[in-house]
């Protein structure tokens, strides 16, 4: 399996940017993708996360109603779209997925077992 994400960038508080990662390797209807990130000096945090099969979509409290992940299955492709950015929101951020997860384990690190390379968002105020 291969994740590649990208779409990060350097943006003014209030903007928007779109993340995609680019899913690769086998067939995913079974998986859950997340997007988690990591500021400098904290541990990596989950953001959102989507089920392939049903479309049942995760978030964190701190980015309902900015936030939307989506997917296309067209494409194999999982899309973070980051609206109304903050700077707290300023981090590398990873995409990720996982197979047969329970809802409570969506929002952890640890079985998620493929991961792509970070792309660094950062908001300046």
């Known amino acids: 399996v291969q994740l590649q994400a990208s779409g990060g960038g350097l943006v003014q508080a209030g903007d928007s940017l779109r993340l995609s990662c680019a899913a690769s390797g086998r067939t995913f209807s079974s998986y859950t993708m997340g997007w988690f990130r990591q500021a400098p000096g904290k541990e990596r945090e989950f953001v959102a996360g989507?089920?392939?099969?049903?479309?049942?979509?995760y978030y964190t409290d701190s980015v309902k109603g900015r936030f939307t992940i989506s997917r296309d299955n067209a494409k194999n492709t999982v899309y973070l779209q980051m609206n109304s950015l903050k700077p707290e929101d300023t981090a590398v951020y990873y995409c990720?997925?996982?197979?047969?997860?329970?809802?409570?384990?969506?929002?952890?690190?640890?079985?998620?077992?493929?991961w792509g390379r970070g792309t660094q968002v950062t908001v300046s105020s």
């Open positions: 989507i089920r392939w099969g049903s479309n049942t979509k």
């Open positions: 990720a997925a996982g197979n047969r997860m329970i809802t409570s384990q969506v929002m952890a690190p640890s079985v998620h077992h493929y």
